[in-house]
């Protein structure tokens, strides 16, 4: 899922504190789970913005609301008349959710509540890693299930390094080495000969280097226009 | 291993079958030539070749191409390395065309030390190749003389192949696997990380030469003498990959006030006698760090002077 963080409450505020009315907007899918960017965080978010602008005594009417998913265009149906009511929309949402409603509403200032940080999982409650740097073109297959490119600091593809130091990545200790959790791992599974082979350089095409991405599914467009038609 | 490939001294000494000594020189932080002249005229008729680092521990420094060719010019064989750290493929392969073109004819492929390390490490990196991937660029682009996209290249570049490898980090058992890779990939000599753990070392070379990869690459052992207890300690905590038994912090602690520096020079002298009769170890890659004007006195006291001339 995508993970992400809530900016400082003063980098928050710095960016709201011009405009008379508030909507501070979550979304209830991912940002969710990490408990940055739901909804409820939006109301808690809300409460926090009001109680700063009484103390600076400052009017702002801050309201809180939120949806689904951002990044969908049915869920914005419901709230729309909030979103026009507003001067500026503060979305806790992913990056691609904040875009997307900039573009639902394109007269409308939005501003970014939250940093969007990773494609990753939860390790335990609170606790989150990333996993998937979306290169495009995985090869899990070949390195044990381990992701070099998103697990070693420098994404190589024939490591480890001479940084790997007692399993650990040369940047911190705290950071396991992500080419010896792949050695340790085929190492127990029996499979080391293929990280014995080459692995040429990657085309990095399917990665954000190819500009941005887009994918269409023309079963579904089909389906669509028989819909309509 | 016999065919000359890039006509470097490196190549013709080390294929003559001398026991090479290769040396290393840091560029400036500034564009101080005079600094970097000062530096490596120690180390002029000392060694084979010298190494000039690329922004080593990511802090900037003058680019390696450019110190490289200084010492071109003063008649110092230089050793161009390159990182995989601040170029993208088509910077790399415009650098190697360009010191070819120079005349510059080693080159050693690294990963680089993270960003993280250096004096900016707000940086982006980039590592488009990795080490072993630069490696086989260098080979395709010699060897084939095709760009990696199957392109002509109308002059082939002439640059003798080297990597690093490092036998003190972990999975030890790895090492020297990822070794083989390396050669296989097209590495024709290969300098090591400084080594202080012997024993570990040992092990490493019983390995390769059981492998047989000491008669597939020449294999040149990495010595930097210690000069002082505050440096030992140092590479010990902060330096990655780096080895330092706490027996030898000892004996340097034991050497008394002022006789630390010495006592890293004997250890490093007794590491390269063992080395000239290790099997499977072609010379010694002597990284006197920001200590140039000692290498002439320890070439003398190793034996390893005068250097040969081939």
């Known amino acids: 899922m995508i993970v992400g963080k809530q900016k400082p409450l003063e980098e928050i505020w710095d960016l709201v504190k011009g405009y008379g009315k508030i909507l501070v907007f979550g979304c209830n899918t991912c940002v969710a789970v990490c408990h940055e960017g739901g909804n409820k965080e939006a109301e808690i978010l809300g409460s926090l913005l009001r109680m700063k602008a009484k103390h600076k005594e400052v009017n702002i009417d801050i309201k809180d609301g939120g949806i689904e998913r951002q990044c969908e265009h049915e869920y914005f149906e419901k709230a729309a008349g909030d979103i026009e009511g507003a001067d500026a ?70 490591g480890p390094c001479g940084g790997c130091n007692q399993g650990s990545c040369e940047i911190s200790s705290d950071v396991p080495c ?8 085929l190492k127990g599974q029996g499979r080391l000969e293929l990280i014995h082979a080459y692995i040429p350089a990657k085309n990095w095409v399917t990665s954000r280097d190819g500009g941005p991405r887009k994918q269409v599914r023309e079963d579904m467009k089909q389906e669509k226009q028989t819909a309509e038609g | 291993m016999s065919e000359l490939k890039s006509g470097s001294n490196l190549e013709k000494v080390l294929k003559a079958g001398h026991f090479a000594l290769t040396g290393e020189c840091g560029p400036p932080k500034g564009a101080n030539v005079e600094h970097l002249r000062e530096k490596a005229a120690h180390l002029v008729g000392v060694v084979d070749c010298v190494n000039v680092t690329d922004n080593q521990t990511a802090v900037v420094r003058m680019s390696s191409w450019a110190a490289s060719l200084i010492l071109l010019q003063m008649g110092i064989e230089p050793n161009f390395q390159m990182v995989c750290r601040d170029r993208n493929r088509l910077a790399m392969m415009a650098d190697i065309l360009g010191v070819s073109a120079h005349g510059i004819r080693n080159m050693l492929c690294l990963s680089g030390d993270h960003q993280k390390f250096g004096n900016h490490p707000d940086s982006k990196n980039v590592h488009d190749l990795d080490s072993m991937q630069l490696i086989h660029l260098v080979r395709t682009m010699r060897d084939d003389g095709k760009f990696p996209n199957g392109e002509e290249i109308d002059e082939k570049p002439k640059l003798f192949i080297g990597a690093a490898e490092n036998p003190f980090a972990e999975p030890y058992e790895w090492r020297v696997h990822r070794l083989a890779k390396k050669i296989a990939a097209g590495a024709e000599f290969i300098q090591t990380q400084c080594i202080y753990n012997m024993d570990r070392f040992r092990e490493f070379m019983k390995r390769a030469v059981d492998m047989g990869l000491h008669e597939k690459c020449y ?89 040969p001339k081939v």
């Open chain 1, 89 to 158: 929309v503060l979305s806790i949402a992913c990056g691609a959710g904040v875009q997307f409603l900039g573009e639902k509403f394109p007269h409308k200032p939005v501003l970014p509540g939250l940093n969007t940080t990773f494609i990753g999982v939860v390790d335990a409650p609170g606790e989150f890693s990333e996993r998937c740097a979306m290169c495009g073109d995985c090869i899990l297959h070949l390195t044990g299930g381990i992701c070099p490119i998103t697990r070693c600091s420098k994404s190589i593809m024939n």
């Open chain 1, 178 to 185: 992500g080419w010896y959790l792949i050695y340790e791992r």
């Open chain 2, 219 to 307: 294999i040149l052992a990495g010595v930097t003498p210690m000069k002082t207890l505050g440096m030992a300690r140092y590479m010990a905590k902060s330096v990655p990959g780096m080895d330092v038994p706490a027996s030898l912090i000892k004996r340097l602690e034991g050497a008394g006030k002022g006789k630390v520096a010495e006592e890293g020079i004997q250890f490093a002298l007794e590491q390269i006698e063992e080395f000239k009769a290790m099997e499977g170890i072609a010379g010694i890659h002597l990284m006197a760090i920001e200590w140039e004007h000692k290498v002439p006195e320890i070439a003398e006291r190793a034996d390893l002077l005068p250097r």
